[in-house]
């Protein structure tokens, strides 16, 4: 069974970074493609990142790109989400997700999710 554990969040003012880390064990971590959502209070899980189980193929919402980046570490088993420029609208519980050689930016495509990591931006 995969199980994902997400960390690196926490409190940061606005035009600050944070880096998400997601720790994934149970299976081939190279077989999977892996997702970042994130979901704030009162509205519903969004998608922020993708990236695919093979080569290098990332995606990223709108209102990502060029602030976020997307990456995987195959020998770590560990997909990282960079986030640069933080504002306020970025609060939220931040959310990897794994799917079975999966590139998808829709959460219902994947299968194993974490915990979640919160990530809190002031103004």
């Known amino acids: 069974q995969v199980q994902l554990v997400e960390s690196g969040g926490g409190l940061v003012q606005a035009g600050g970074s944070l880096r998400l880390s997601c720790t994934f064990s149970?299976?081939?971590?190279?077989?999977?493609?892996m997702g970042w959502f994130r979901q704030a209070p009162g509205k519903e899980r969004e998608f922020v990142s993708a990236?695919?189980?093979?080569?290098?193929?990332?995606e990223y919402s709108d209102s990502e790109k060029g602030r976020f980046t997307i990456s995987r570490d195959n020998a770590k088993n560990t997909l990282y989400l960079q986030m640069n420029s933080l504002k306020p609208e970025d609060t939220a519980v931040y959310y990897c997700?794994?799917?079975?050689?999966?590139?998808?930016?829709?959460?219902?495509?994947?299968?194993?999710w974490g915990q979640g990591t919160q990530v809190t931006v002031s103004s």
């Open positions: 997700a794994a799917g079975l050689r999966l590139y998808s930016n829709s959460a219902s495509d994947y299968d194993y």
């Open positions: 149970g299976r081939t971590f190279s077989n999977y493609g």
């Open positions: 990236h695919s189980w093979i080569g290098t193929m990332t």
